[in-house]
């Protein structure tokens, strides 16, 4: 094993204890590099490393940086695959995905650090087909997220029901007559409303189809009894979830079940 990698396997075991502060194995002029996700820029300098981490992990709670896996690409590059995990500390929102870091050297130093929020685009950037369709072939069971979801709101979870938003994601209700929410925060007091006016709420998935390309096309039947009321009701409908980094970042509810199927069918193909 190289001191590069022994090095980098040093600063995760650093920030699995919490201590983001340490920063001797860098550079001087050391340049951190946020290339995607929702605030793409850079910071030059030791003090510029340690104010954007401490940045990043103070916006979560309970959050976590895990190394999955450790590549050597050569002399000077080392690529860290990751999985982050946290929870907002103003949204609640939970967040958890594949992300990685790419760091490089000169000197025993690291000299760069880029951070990559979708592992796919650390893939793509540096040229590792090979590895992005092994990637791919352990692609996440989208419709079981989504099933998983969908059972913890039936029985008022909100928590565990937003688990898999992204900060930014929308929901579009406008065939229901309600209009689109965007950001989880706004999602999820809509959906608090709504269950809210129920007494008892039931979700029963018929169909989950994964289109491809990060579209899940849903049919389930939705019923409840109303508060204050003795009768229920029930209706069939529709959802074309989106995903991206393993995240919803975007649902569509239809009462038009074929039209909406044709439409996320050439969502699928557009996102191809």
Same mark, same amino acid.
């Given at each position: 094993?190289?001191?590069?990698?022994?090095?980098?396997?040093?600063?995760?075991? !650093?920030?699995?204890?919490?201590?983001?502060?340490?920063?001797? /194995? &860098? +550079?001087?002029?050391?340049?951190?590099?946020?290339?995607?996700?929702?605030?793409?820029?850079? *910071?030059?300098?030791?003090? %510029?490393?340690?104010?954007? #981490? @401490?940045?990043?992990?103070?916006?979560?709670?309970?959050?976590?940086?895990?190394?999955?896996?450790?590549?050597?690409? $050569?002399?000077?590059?080392?690529?860290?695959?990751?999985?982050?995990?946290?929870?907002?500390?103003?949204?609640?929102?939970?967040?958890?995905?594949?992300?990685?870091?790419?760091?490089?050297?000169? $000197?025993?130093?690291?000299?760069?650090?880029?951070?990559?929020?979708? @592992?796919?685009?650390? *893939?793509? +950037?540096?040229?590792?087909?090979?590895?992005?369709?092994?990637?791919?072939?352990?692609?996440? =069971?989208? !419709?079981?997220?989504?099933?998983?979801?969908? $059972?913890?709101?039936?029985?008022? +979870?909100?928590?565990? &029901?937003?688990?898999?938003?992204?900060? $930014?994601?929308?929901? =579009?209700?406008?065939? !229901?007559?309600?209009?689109?929410?965007?950001?989880?925060? &706004?999602?999820?007091?809509?959906?608090?409303? /709504?269950?809210?006016?129920?007494?008892?709420?039931?979700?029963?998935?018929?169909?989950?189809?994964?289109? %491809?390309?990060?579209?899940?096309?849903?049919?389930?039947?939705? %019923?409840?009894?109303?508060?204050?009321?003795?009768?229920?009701?029930?209706?069939?409908?529709?959802?074309?979830?989106?995903?991206?980094?393993? #995240?919803?970042?975007?649902?569509?509810?239809?009462?038009?079940?074929?039209?909406?199927?044709? &439409?996320?069918?050439?969502?699928?193909?557009? @996102?191809?």
């Amino acid at each position: 094993m190289s001191e590069n990698l022994d090095l980098v396997r040093s600063i995760y075991a !650093a920030i699995g204890r919490g201590d983001y502060g340490s920063s001797e /194995w &860098a +550079d001087p002029k050391i340049e951190y590099v946020v290339a995607d996700g929702p605030e793409p820029g850079n *910071l030059t300098g030791r003090d %510029g490393l340690v104010q954007a #981490m @401490r940045n990043l992990f103070s916006a979560f709670e309970d959050v976590r940086a895990e190394a999955e896996e450790y590549r050597e690409l $050569d002399a000077e590059r080392v690529l860290v695959l990751t999985r982050v995990s946290g929870r907002g500390k103003t949204s609640g929102v939970q967040i958890g995905d594949r992300a990685a870091e790419l760091f490089e050297f000169h $000197d025993g130093k690291v000299t760069r650090i880029v951070a990559y929020f979708d @592992r796919e685009n650390a *893939l793509a +950037d540096l040229g590792l087909a090979e590895l992005a369709m092994s990637e791919e072939a352990v692609s996440p =069971d989208l !419709a079981a997220r989504w099933q998983e979801a969908a $059972d913890a709101y039936a029985r008022r +979870d909100l928590h565990t &029901a937003m688990h898999r938003f992204a900060p $930014d994601a929308v929901w =579009d209700f406008s065939s !229901a007559g309600f209009g689109s929410f965007g950001g989880a925060a &706004a999602i999820r007091s809509f959906l608090e409303d /709504w269950l809210g006016a129920y007494e008892e709420y039931e979700y029963k998935q018929e169909e989950a189809l994964d289109l %491809g390309n990060g579209v899940l096309f849903v049919v389930a039947s939705l %019923g409840g009894r109303p508060t204050g009321s003795a009768g229920g009701v029930q209706e069939r409908c529709s959802y074309t979830v989106t995903w991206a980094a393993g #995240m919803v970042v975007g649902v569509v509810l239809s009462q038009d079940i074929e039209t909406a199927r044709a &439409a996320a069918e050439r969502l699928a193909e557009e @996102r191809g």
